[in-house]
């Protein structure tokens, strides 16, 4: 066996929080025609919540004052959150972009749920708002996997990380594609993250293996080094359709 068992696995903490991170936005064309954007709906649930956006793309950010709640378990939702953000900060241009969308409240009294929907015409893909917290997070002895990845005919992958370590610290991270017999697909390759660093890239080419069929694989994530302990590595998938460019997410877990 390549890789040891796990001891345990833990859930997504999803409770209410005052800081919530979307692993994925987007505000860019289509490589098979259309745009892609991501629309977000934040539930203020203590009120009074004033919510500030960052989005954090490469090793750069921009940020606003998104919403203004008007009361406990209010609602908004905007089609195209990076959209509203550049009419907010006319100054950048946040079309042509993708990265990490961090949803912040004035303090740890004002809480907010959040949910985010990326779509391109009638095809799209959901992903969760996660607490900034440690069981939604990769750190140092604290390993996570993407399951469900595959290379074929039908189908291309990718997957993103944002460098969510609390304090801004760089983090190094060893990659292995595990397929259903525990062997390793190509090779291990390393990775290293700057402070609040957002990439995305195909883990097969990465591992030397971009031509050739590859099917019920998963993604090992193993933080090796990083200057801070707090929080860590927010991580994700998605996989997209060659034929109707439809988008499936893969929620990232707890290994260990």
């Known amino acids: 066996m390549l890789i040891a068992g796990p001891s345990l696995l833990f859930a997504h903490d999803n409770s209410p929080a005052d800081d919530i991170i979307i692993p994925e936005c987007i505000w860019a064309a289509a490589s098979g025609g259309g745009i892609w954007q991501t629309e977000i709906q934040i539930t203020d649930m203590t009120g009074g919540s004033v919510v500030r956006a960052y989005f954090y793309f490469g090793t750069s950010w921009r940020n606003v004052t998104l919403w203004t709640s008007s009361g406990a378990w209010r609602s908004v939702k905007f089609s195209n959150v990076l959209a509203t953000m550049q009419s907010l900060d006319s100054s950048f241009t946040y079309y042509g972009k993708v990265g990490a969308l961090w949803l912040s409240t004035q303090d740890s009294s004002h809480l907010i749920q959040a949910q985010a929907r990326t779509y391109n015409g009638n095809y799209g893909k959901t992903f969760p708002g996660l607490t900034w917290v440690a069981s939604n997070t990769a750190n140092v002895g604290r390993r996570m996997m993407i399951m469900n990845l595959s290379q074929n005919s039908t189908y291309r992958t990718f997957v993103g990380f944002f460098n969510a370590t609390s304090g801004g610290f760089y983090m190094t991270v060893e990659f292995r594609i595990i397929d259903q017999n525990n062997n390793l697909v190509g090779s291990i390759f390393t990775?290293?993250?700057?402070?609040?660093?957002?990439?995305?890239?195909?883990?097969?080419?990465?591992?030397?293996?971009?031509?050739?069929?590859?099917?019920?694989?998963w993604l090992y994530i193993n933080p090796t080094s990083a200057g801070g302990s707090g929080a860590g590595l927010i991580c994700f998938g998605s996989s997209a359709n060659n034929y109707t460019n439809d988008t499936y997410a893969h929620i990232a877990v707890q290994f260990q």
Do not use: I, L, M, R
């Not at 993250?193 to 031509?211: L, R, T």
């Open 191 to 217: 990775k290293t993250f700057a402070p609040w660093e957002f990439k995305s890239f195909n883990p097969f080419a990465e591992a030397g293996v971009s031509s050739g069929t590859y099917d019920n694989c």
